[in-house]
């Protein structure tokens, strides 16, 4: 079981920028493979970005250019800088690690989907106004 706690939503206006966080703890096996999903009311939990353990990033094609999932071994903590937000992007913001049985898996094959991965924080919201 890992536990993740995300932080750093709000509401901004068109054009801002925001930084999310997600402290990742009590985890006591490899994951390879981290990620940032989000959901709005009425819509399926999307992928937006990942991260494998090397450092090689994936992105949606609706954030590419515009959002930087990140992460900092030392603080066990993983990021998303989203820059230039727009309406579109407003949503509960999750972190999402795979299960244990799942954890050496790469991101190519865990992505987008979401139930490929059994870890969740409790979300972060994110709210972009025009």
């Known amino acids: 079981q890992v536990h993740l706690m995300e932080s750093g939503g709000g509401s901004v206006q068109t054009g801002g920028s925001l930084r999310l966080s997600c402290a990742l703890s009590e985890y006591s096996y490899t994951i390879l493979c981290m990620g940032w999903f989000r959901q709005s009311p009425g819509k399926e939990r999307e992928g937006v970005a990942f991260i494998d353990d090397g450092g090689t990033t994936h992105y949606a094609d609706s954030v590419q250019g515009r959002f930087t999932i990140s992460k900092d071994n030392n603080k066990n903590t993983l990021y998303l800088q989203m820059n230039n937000l727009n309406p579109e992007d407003t949503a509960m913001y999750y972190c999402?690690?795979?299960?244990?049985?799942?954890?050496?898996?790469?991101?190519?094959?865990?992505?987008?989907?979401?139930?490929?991965?059994?870890?969740w924080g409790q979300g972060t919201q994110v709210t972009v106004s025009s």
């Open positions: 999402a690690t795979p299960v244990k049985e799942a954890g050496l898996q790469p991101c190519a094959v865990l992505r987008p989907n979401p139930r490929r991965f059994g870890n």
